[in-house]
């Protein structure tokens, strides 16, 4: 199932299975992050679904929790994302040692036209001050790489999706993918 027009940035809290048909393959992105042959070729082949639970602390700053499976309940990685934009490290056993920092974000502040265009804007307001998409940005110092996402939703083949656009960046070389995800049923 796609996602529904209820199903905005606002509360992404439910199951979301990569749609590997409408996605990019991942295998450059990960490769230039330095993950082994062994684990891209598990991904490769294991559906991803990412368990999200979203929900406004007592400070009025959202946050976004991630718990990421593959196929046969294999756990992947975990995000903790707060929108408030400040650098948090985190270290996972795929992708080691990281600092990233989360945001709203409206589209005009993007000058990648990767990034930038394409996305559903109108009537996806979903910021505290109208943003209508999520930034997360992540560095890994020890492995020389930048990860750059945009989250939002898009129109495929007259089909809304979650979609994230990711940008990775090591050195001068650069490599871009769509993630498309399908809502779970509960």
Same mark, same amino acid.
């Given at each position: 199932m796609a996602a529904?027009?209820? !199903?905005? %940035?606002?509360? %992404?809290? +439910? @199951? #979301?299975?990569?749609?590997? =048909? /409408?996605?990019? @393959?991942?295998d450059a992105l990960l490769t230039l992050q330095g993950v082994g042959w062994f684990t891209r070729k598990a991904i490769s082949l294991s559906t991803i679904t990412l368990h999200t639970k979203q929900y406004t602390d007592d400070k009025n700053t959202v946050h976004i929790d991630i718990d990421q499976t593959l196929s046969g309940g294999i756990s992947g990685t975990s995000e903790r994302r707060t929108l408030d934009w =400040? $650098?948090?490290?985190? $270290?996972?056993? !795929?992708? +080691?040692? %990281? =600092? +990233?920092? =989360?945001? #709203? %974000? @409206? /589209?005009?502040?993007?000058e990648d036209p990767y990034m930038k265009d394409g996305w559903l804007s109108e009537g996806e307001q979903s910021g505290p001050g109208g943003e209508t998409h999520i930034e997360t940005f992540v560095e890994n110092k020890d492995g020389g790489w930048t990860a750059d996402q945009i989250w939002g939703f898009v129109i495929i083949d007259g089909v809304r999706y979650y979609t994230r656009r990711v940008v990775v960046k090591k050195g001068e070389v650069v490599v871009k993918a769509r993630l498309v995800y399908d809502r779970q049923k509960k």
């Open positions: 529904p027009a209820e !199903i905005t %940035l606002k509360d %992404l809290s +439910g @199951d #979301w299975v990569m749609n590997k =048909t /409408l996605s990019d @393959d991942t =400040t $650098e948090r490290e985190h $270290e996972d056993h !795929i992708f +080691g040692k %990281l =600092t +990233g920092k =989360t945001r #709203w %974000l @409206d /589209l005009d502040a993007v």
